[in-house]
């Protein structure tokens, strides 16, 4: 076999090892559904719902968000090809001690999700208020071609946690 050849069998064999360790660390990125709520009956297919999920700050160890999302059933639903409206509601809170692990942008993404089969993203931002010590959190929908206005926001004022002193969020904001 040539050099090149090799190499090459070596790099797909590297990429299938490596793609089943890829997917978990994926999963660990994931939000944590808490409850469903059908919100309206639909005959033979799944029905319309609200999904309320948890998800920890990836940056900012001590913060959990809680997010919900309408689900559409019906048979668009069910095959997965249904638009998901831009309706999201989200609630922000210190759960710990705050403790960031790397400095961020004003504005940094925290959560993406896709709300349509195509185009349309869930957000989640995250930004700093020097001024009173308060993470502020940002949800918003948004499409390739048409912005969407619907978002909803949530702070979470730095508290001291037991004997830790409570860390100001401007010295980890990057200019």
């Known amino acids: 076999m040539s050099r090149c050849k090799s190499a090459l069998v070596a790099s797909l064999l590297g990429l299938c090892l490596a793609a ?13 559904l808490i409850f469903k709520k059908s919100t309206v009956w639909k005959f033979l297919t799944p029905d319309h719902k609200l999904a309320t999920y948890a998800i920890d700050d990836p ?7 809680h997010f919900t999302v309408p689900e559409k059933g019906g048979v668009e639903g069910w095959l997965g090809i249904a638009e998901e409206v831009s309706d999201v509601s989200l609630a922000c809170r210190q759960v710990g001690p705050i403790a960031f692990r790397e400095k961020f942008e004003q504005g940094d993404e925290m ?28 949800v ?36």
């Open 20 to 32: 089943p360790l890829a997917g978990a660390a994926r999963a660990a990125d994931e939000p944590d």
């Open 59 to 65: 940056v900012v160890e001590g913060v959990a968000c």
């Open 111 to 138: 959560f993406r999700q896709s709300r349509s089969f195509f185009f349309k993203k869930m957000r989640i931002v995250r930004g700093c208020d020097a001024k009173r010590n308060v993470l502020v959190y940002l």
């Open 140 to 175: 918003y929908s948004d499409k390739l071609i048409e912005g969407s206005p619907k978002n909803s926001t949530s702070t979470v004022p730095i508290m001291p946690w037991g004997d830790q002193p409570a860390p100001r969020c401007a010295d980890f904001v990057t200019d």
